[in-house]
């Protein structure tokens, strides 16, 4: 008799086995020859060499599924037991997902500017994407960068914000330092949570594999095998912005998201992100896209919000250029 332990502490047991143990018992059915014992994270399996060897793949072949695809479910785990199930894998994957998150959420390219977004970050090892609130910049670069972690592109994602106060100053804000930055980093841990169960994005998290931390803490490093996602760029003067730029190592991808039209930097110090816009754009492997109210994919408000305020924008800049009468004789 053999006998093999396997974990599953990187995923949700609830979600892995199913409700009620669903999904186990279907794997014990398929398996009659084996003693299979579930104990929290981890699949203790009991039988002859060969049959354990056999299991070991299939198992195998249901991490990688689940891994992938976020669920599992009675036809996915027939599927990947009859032969052939390696090949059930891919033919699953469609090339137009970028990730699929939590309960089999599906993430992808929604508009031609987010498709450009991703078509940009295959040729070019840094992207710009510039745009206003609710057009998809942060969400898509996360899946991007949670993408390349599960294709073993790179070895870790780096995400970082400037904590900058949009109206309100962090000294009044309680707790430790790491309490008063996280409501910055909200959006980050958000997209994360969608994309990946709680208890691998807690692992990774603990063990560095995804770092999260203002900007100011990247100053001095250098940022290998990483994929690194500076967000709110327009909120980095242009030393800060410089400064990450910089930070970049061999085989990492840096995306850098802003807005333009929301700078919270005081009035004398100029964004970055603008400076950087101006100067870089012609630099090969160096990409910029700009999206705009039509890829708005929150409630449809928003477009009409960002059209409105624009309208106001241009308003006062022809008030700023139009040239003073002068006064009659």
Partial sequence: MSEKVF???SLSPLEF????DRNLNIIKDLHPKLKIIARGEFLKVIGEPAEVIAFEDFFSLLII????????????I???F?????????KNSSPDVLVHGRNGMVIKARTPNQIKIVESVEKNDMVFAIGPAGTGKT???VALAVRALKNR?????ILTRPAVEAGENLGFLPGDMKEKLDPYMQPLYDALRDMLPPQKLLTYLEDGTIEIAPLAFMRGRTLDNVFAILDEAQNASSSQLKMFLTRMGRSAKFFITGDITQIDLPRHQQSGLTQASRILKDIPGIDFITLDESDVVRHKLVTR?????????NQQESKKLKPESSPES
């Fill in 139 to 141: 969400y898509t670069a």
């Fill in 153 to 157: 592109e790179v070895k870790r994602i």
């Fill in 65 to 76: 599924h689940f891994d992938r695809f976020g669920t599992i479910g009675e036809h996915e």
């Fill in 7 to 9: 974990s599953i502490e």
């Fill in 17 to 20: 086995y199913g409700v009620g």
């Fill in 305 to 313: 919000i960002i059209k409105a305020y624009d309208g106001i924008d």
């Fill in 82 to 90: 009859a032969p052939g199930g390696a090949e059930a894998v891919v």
């Fill in 78 to 80: 027939k599927q990947l």
